[in-house]
């Protein structure tokens, strides 16, 4: 009775789609960042196709969901969080072996035996990388460009996507020439953005050209992926990050859409006694408004061609941001809107309006200090939140760990994030915790996370109230030694606030190879899997 007035809400809300397609039931996934895989095909770094072997793998696991991290263009940036755009895909993870018409063309084959090279290395080396996929991709352009012309995939792809490809392929043009300088310091010449784009002077229309070629070469990998996952039944759950950076193409064609004046952060709490300065635009939600959330609609349009699902970031920044003055410290910010009445429906149109116009389930990053009605509206909308494990405590009252048996269906469970440590980091440096953590589910507390007690927290974790059940691949891999590297640190794969090479260039220690073909994880996934 519980499940069957469960679906009867989910489904009423929104129109229900989502839900219908994705189902009302249990769902197991892992979360899987692309960078990090690397297999006998990938070019130094994580590619597209890599991830259909993973398909298969979770089939027999009994997986049904992989997520991935953002996988927007990010120019020279490596967190898949501040990207060139919101639409565009990131041509470093197109999969260069794959590609038609590369056996014949030997200094191709050079190239990409020369950045197979790189995946020797424990850490991603984005900008090796980028230097020789870019030669691949200038010479592979010239030899595609004479048919490209007159291939009507291509023409309806660019035709498909004018509404942003355009304005993308004119800003990352400009932004090469000018030496990745901010868009703010460009010439005046520039500023004209519609006209730029849709008149391109002739120097500068071929590069253009280029960058969308290499966009329709990226849609059509990742699209393969979606359409074989579905066959196998398997969803892709993609991350919507809520903000964009100041260097961007949306920003740069739709200054009206921002407040550039302001930057996105957070205000003071226990984490970070002087709060986050972001450096991030807030939305300015009127103007999207007057335009009917048009951006968004298209934005999620353009998402749902690669996933059924979407990890919503920082939900509760659509109901109220923290936003502070460029010259003033992030504490002396304040929330907009500044009514507090205006939170819950300023938050709640804007996530009708997602639902209705997209296909695809959001599931909402809902952690930190989050107001209780913005919860409940989620809720009463058929958001899923997000619990992981560590952090749900009875804060108000004891203390106390919650059972995640009393997870509410409408969440996802985990047990790390990619923002946080490893579970076992986590066992390692806050040994207090962890000792309350074990004794609150009847676990024998040590001060080693012991393969048995790993595999205990695991199997709780897929067994939550939750409807669904995701964990970081590295999680599972821990598992099995020598799947991990020997340093714990170096499995973690971002560290907030802090500017470091290591964040982002985390590589799995296992090729995709040996992860889908190791019998003792299979194994594994048997155990955490059963009831």
């Given at each position: 009775?519980?499940?069957?007035?469960?679906?009867?809400?989910?489904?009423?809300?929104?129109?229900?789609?989502?839900?219908?397609?994705?189902?009302?039931?249990?769902?197991?996934?892992?979360?899987?960042?692309?960078?990090?895989?690397?297999?006998?095909?990938?070019?130094?770094?994580?590619?597209?196709?890599?991830?259909?072997?993973?398909?298969?793998?979770?089939?027999?696991?009994h997986?049904?969901?992989?997520?991935?991290?953002?996988?927007?263009?990010?120019?020279?940036?490596?967190?898949?969080?501040?990207?060139?755009?919101?639409?565009?895909?990131?041509?470093?993870?197109?999969?260069?072996?794959?590609?038609?018409?590369?056996?014949?063309?030997?200094?191709?084959?050079?190239?990409?035996?020369?950045?197979q090279?790189?995946?020797?290395?424990?850490?991603?080396?984005?900008?090796?990388?980028?230097?020789?996929?870019?030669?691949?991709?200038?010479?592979?352009?010239?030899?595609?460009?004479?048919?490209?012309?007159?291939?009507?995939?291509?023409?309806?792809?660019?035709?498909?996507?004018?509404?942003?490809?355009?304005?993308?392929?004119?800003?990352?043009?400009?932004?090469?020439?000018?030496?990745?300088?901010?868009?703010?310091?460009?010439?005046?010449?520039?500023?004209?953005?519609?006209?730029l784009?849709?008149?391109?002077?002739?120097?500068?229309?071929?590069?253009?050209?280029?960058?969308?070629?290499?966009?329709?070469?990226?849609?059509?990998?990742?699209?393969?992926?979606?359409?074989?996952?579905?066959?196998k039944?398997?969803?892709?759950?993609?991350?919507?990050?809520?903000?964009?950076?100041?260097?961007?193409?949306?920003?740069?064609?739709?200054?009206?859409f921002?407040?550039?004046?302001?930057?996105?952060?957070?205000?003071?709490?226990?984490?970070?006694?002087?709060?986050?300065?972001?450096?991030?635009?807030?939305?300015?939600?009127?103007?999207?408004?007057?335009?009917?959330?048009?951006?968004?609609?298209?934005?999620?349009?353009?998402?749902?061609?690669?996933?059924?699902?979407?990890?919503?970031?920082?939900?509760?920044?659509?109901?109220?941001?923290?936003?502070?003055?460029?010259?003033?410290?992030?504490?002396?910010?304040?929330?907009i809107?500044?009514?507090?009445?205006?939170?819950?429906?300023?938050?709640?149109?804007?996530?009708?309006?997602?639902?209705?116009?997209?296909?695809?389930?959001?599931?909402?990053?809902?952690?930190?200090?989050?107001?209780?009605?913005?919860?409940?509206?989620?809720?009463?909308?058929?958001?899923?939140?997000?619990?992981?494990?560590?952090?749900?405590?009875?804060?108000?009252?004891?203390?106390?760990?919650?059972?995640?048996?009393?997870?509410?269906?409408?969440?996802?469970t985990?047990?790390?994030t990619?923002?946080?440590?490893?579970?076992?980091?986590?066992?390692?440096?806050?040994?207090?915790?962890?000792?309350?953590?074990?004794?609150?589910?009847?676990?024998?507390?040590?001060?080693?996370?012991?393969?048995?007690?790993?595999l205990?927290?695991?199997?709780?974790?897929?067994?939550?109230?939750?409807?669904?059940?995701?964990?970081?691949?590295?999680?599972?891999?821990?598992?099995?030694?020598?799947?991990?590297?020997?340093?714990?640190?170096?499995?973690?794969?971002?560290?907030?606030g802090?500017?470091?090479s290591?964040?982002?260039?985390?590589?799995?220690?296992?090729?995709?190879e040996?992860?889908?073909?190791n019998?003792?994880?299979s194994?594994?996934?048997a155990?955490?899997?059963?009831?």
């Amino acid at each position: 009775m519980i499940k069957h007035n469960l679906e009867q809400h989910l489904f009423a809300t929104a129109t229900g789609t989502p839900w219908q397609k994705i189902g009302v039931k249990n769902h197991h996934g892992i979360v899987v960042p692309l960078f990090a895989l690397h297999s006998r095909h990938s070019s130094g770094i994580g590619e597209y196709p890599d991830l259909i072997p993973l398909i298969d793998w979770c089939k027999e696991n009994h997986l049904d969901l992989i997520q991935l991290l953002p996988l927007n263009d990010t120019g020279q940036e490596t967190s898949p969080y501040s990207a060139l755009s919101a639409y565009a895909l990131n041509p470093l993870h197109l999969g260069l072996s794959q590609l038609p018409d590369i056996s014949q063309n030997s200094e191709l084959l050079s190239l990409i035996h020369e950045a197979q090279a790189l995946n020797e290395y424990q850490l991603v080396h984005y900008q090796e990388v980028q230097k020789i996929k870019e030669r691949f991709f200038r010479l592979y352009y010239r030899q595609q460009a004479a048919s490209l012309r007159t291939d009507p995939s291509y023409r309806t792809f660019k035709e498909t996507h004018r509404s942003w490809l355009q304005d993308y392929a004119r800003f990352k043009t400009l932004k090469i020439r000018q030496n990745w300088l901010s868009w703010e310091l460009w010439p005046q010449s520039y500023e004209n953005a519609a006209g730029l784009t849709e008149n391109p002077p002739s120097n500068l229309a071929e590069e253009m050209e280029f960058h969308q070629f290499l966009q329709y070469l990226c849609f059509l990998q990742l699209e393969e992926v979606k359409q074989i996952a579905e066959k196998k039944k398997i969803f892709i759950k993609g991350d919507i990050p809520i903000l964009i950076n100041r260097e961007s193409a949306d920003v740069w064609s739709h200054r009206e859409f921002f407040l550039l004046q302001l930057s996105a952060g957070a205000p003071p709490d226990m984490y970070a006694k002087e709060g986050q300065k972001w450096g991030f635009p807030p939305y300015n939600w009127e103007a999207i408004a007057n335009q009917g959330y048009r951006w968004w609609i298209e934005r999620l349009s353009a998402a749902s061609h690669f996933y059924n699902l979407y990890r919503l970031d920082h939900v509760v920044g659509f109901f109220r941001i923290w936003a502070i003055p460029f010259s003033k410290p992030a504490k002396e910010g304040h929330f907009i809107p500044e009514d507090k009445a205006l939170w819950i429906p300023q938050g709640e149109k804007i996530m009708r309006i997602m639902l209705e116009h997209s296909s695809m389930l959001p599931i909402g990053e809902d952690l930190g200090t989050v107001p209780p009605e913005v919860r409940v509206c989620l809720r009463h909308l058929g958001i899923c939140g997000t619990k992981v494990m560590r952090w749900e405590r009875r804060w108000d009252i004891d203390q106390q760990f919650i059972d995640p048996k009393d997870y509410p269906p409408e969440s996802m469970t985990t047990v790390s994030t990619h923002d946080s440590e490893t579970l076992q980091q986590w066992w390692k440096n806050q040994p207090e915790e962890a000792r309350l953590f074990a004794e609150t589910f009847g676990e024998v507390y040590a001060p080693e996370l012991t393969p048995a007690l790993r595999l205990a927290i695991l199997h709780l974790s897929h067994h939550s109230g939750s409807l669904f059940h995701i964990n970081l691949l590295q999680e599972y891999l821990a598992l099995i030694p020598g799947m991990t590297w020997p340093n714990l640190e170096d499995e973690r794969i971002n560290i907030p606030g802090t500017i470091s090479s290591r964040n982002w260039s985390y590589r799995f220690r296992p090729s995709v190879e040996e992860i889908v073909t190791n019998g003792r994880l299979s194994h594994a996934f048997a155990d955490i899997l059963k009831s």
